[in-house]
């Protein structure tokens, strides 16, 4: 089965563009060309990677971007010509797993796409029996994570940061290395990124996000896994 993209872009021409090179693709691409016809299609619709422009008419995409997150976790790049590293801080902060600025090349944004794309995990997975009694408890075969045998709710980028640290505990890793290995693709210097996705992954995994126990910063030089 094709994975469905939903392109949410109120200029026709950058729309029909984005689908046509998603067809080319093999993805299923559905366009909305406005804020308000955007949030309906992806709570509806269920597709596995939405392109979010920011400047929308009826609403913006930062609003669009809230009103999903309290749904769903499903990967959003968001789209933008604006310049200001205010937004984009603002973006990655509401839950954005990604942006983009335009113009930008389509090679640039389906690498994007391919990296952010959500994985499929069972719906009604059932925790493996070791994780009612551990801490935490990473199942590959689910691409998912439970504490105390519940399941986390985290984005593809929050459980990819995750898995990536605990496979080797204990070793610091870079926010370099981290966006290499996790986001896959080179990201023009900008790391914080890494900092953003690092605070909202302890908000779901540490009981107290302010002093974590999981996941530790190394002042200076990164951040590693703590598994006692």
Same mark, same amino acid.
């Not at 954005?96 to 600025?101: K, Q, R």
């Not at 459980?159 to 990536?164: A, E, H, T």
């Given at each position: 089965?094709?994975?469905?993209?939903?392109?949410?872009?109120?200029?026709?021409?950058?729309?029909?563009?984005?689908?046509?090179?998603?067809?080319?693709?093999?993805? +299923?691409?559905? %366009? &909305?060309?406005?804020?308000?016809?955007?949030?309906? #299609?992806?709570?509806?619709?269920?597709?596995?990677?939405?392109?979010l422009d920011v400047m929308l008419p009826g609403m913006d995409g930062f609003e669009v971007l809230r009103r999903v997150r309290e749904k769903s976790q499903v990967p959003v790049i968001m789209l933008t010509a604006r310049e200001e590293e205010t937004d984009k801080v603002e973006a990655l902060d509401m839950g954005?797993?990604?942006?983009?600025?335009k113009p930008f090349s389509m090679r640039e944004l389906m690498a994007r796409v391919?990296?952010?794309?959500?994985?499929?995990?069972?719906p009604e997975a +059932?925790?493996? %029996? &070791?994780?009612?009694?551990?801490?935490?408890?990473? #199942?590959?075969?689910?691409?998912?994570?439970?504490?105390?045998?519940?399941?986390?709710?985290l984005?593809?980028?929050?459980?990819?940061?995750?898995?990536?640290?605990?496979?080797?505990p204990g070793?610091?890793?870079t926010r370099e290395e981290l966006m290499e290995k996790v986001w896959g693709y080179e990201y023009y210097g900008d790391l914080r990124a890494v900092d953003v996705a690092i605070r909202r992954l302890r908000e779901k995994v540490e009981d107290e996000p302010a002093q974590p126990k999981y996941i530790i910063t190394k002042r200076g030089m990164g951040y590693y896994y703590d598994e006692r």
């Open positions: 089965m094709k994975k469905k993209i939903l392109v949410v872009e109120d200029e026709r021409t950058i729309a029909d563009i984005l689908v046509f090179n998603l067809e080319r693709e093999g993805y +299923e691409a559905i %366009a &909305a060309g406005d804020g308000p016809a955007g949030l309906k #299609s992806a709570l509806e619709d269920e597709p596995d990677l939405i392109l954005a797993d990604d942006y983009i600025t391919k990296a952010n794309m959500r994985r499929t995990v069972p +059932e925790p493996p %029996a &070791a994780a009612v009694e551990g801490r935490l408890m990473i #199942s590959p075969e689910q691409n998912t994570v439970y504490k105390n045998g519940r399941p986390l709710d984005s593809v980028r929050e459980y990819d940061i995750l898995s990536f640290l605990s496979s080797t070793r610091v890793v």
